[in-house]
């Protein structure tokens, strides 16, 4: 199956830093999705991005399907940015995988 | 809307008994899933419905774990017997169609004694 690499896994950034977590898959993809996961383990959606680029406030993401990356950019970060990041892959129709997460502390 | 609804959002139980967690789907939309997370295993997909139907259960551990959708806007998973290793978080997700975004449910914490 399809496999899903992250990094960094594990980020400490000084608030008011940007910081640019990756995203590797084996396979092409048809659905690629970033979420965050608070440290009150809710799971946020922020991007369903299987290929270009968008722009959230002060995230964003691109997705390069060709080369089997993707990144998620986080400028200005706040301590409410603190969580794990999470990746998730679909190539069959559903069935996301998800990457074992870059896990992100920011400090005041 | 008031998002993916869960319940129990903590369950606590003794080895051998049957928990049954359930799950209320986002109005309109017509997939969901279930998945499961642990800290050796990370965020695991268990078994997703399209309308109503049971697409993929190829997730699910064992015959012990049972799903079920009777509706649009209910679905059940049931471990029977459960096993201290069934311990995790479980997550159910909705989106309104199979490779739409996914939005999760707030989680059930499931601790086997």
């Known amino acids: 199956g399809i496999q899903v690499e992250q990094s960094p896994p594990d980020l400490i950034l000084q608030e008011g830093a940007n910081s640019t977590l990756r995203c590797n898959f084996s396979?092409?993809?048809?659905?690629l999705q970033w979420f965050h996961q608070n440290p009150w383990g809710q799971l946020i959606n922020l991007f369903y991005i299987p290929s270009g680029t968008k722009q959230n406030g002060r995230l964003s993401a691109t997705t390069v399907a060709t080369e089997r990356y993707s990144l998620l950019y986080i400028s200005s970060s706040q301590t409410t940015d603190s969580g794990v990041y999470f990746c998730a892959v679909d190539n069959q129709g559903g069935k996301l995988i998800f990457g074992q997460g870059t896990e992100l502390s920011v400090k005041p | 809307d008031a998002g993916v609804i869960q319940s129990p959002r903590h369950e606590v139980t003794e080895m051998g008994q049957e928990v049954t967690l359930r799950c209320k789907p986002i109005?309109?939309?017509?997939?969901l899933f279930w998945y499961r997370q642990t800290m050796m295993r990370g965020l695991e997909l268990l078994i997703y419905f399209n309308n109503n139907v049971p697409i993929d259960d190829s997730g699910m551990p064992e015959d012990r774990f049972s799903a079920k959708m009777p509706n649009a806007s209910f679905s059940t998973l049931k471990i029977q017997p459960s096993e201290p290793r069934d311990s995790a978080v479980y997550f159910c997700?909705?989106?309104?169609?199979?490779?739409?975004?996914?939005?999760f449910g707030p989680g059930t914490r499931l601790t086997v004694l």
């Open positions: 997700a909705s989106s309104f169609n199979v490779a739409d975004t996914q939005y």
């Open positions: 109005s309109g939309h017509n997939s």
């Open positions: 396979d092409s993809v048809n659905n």
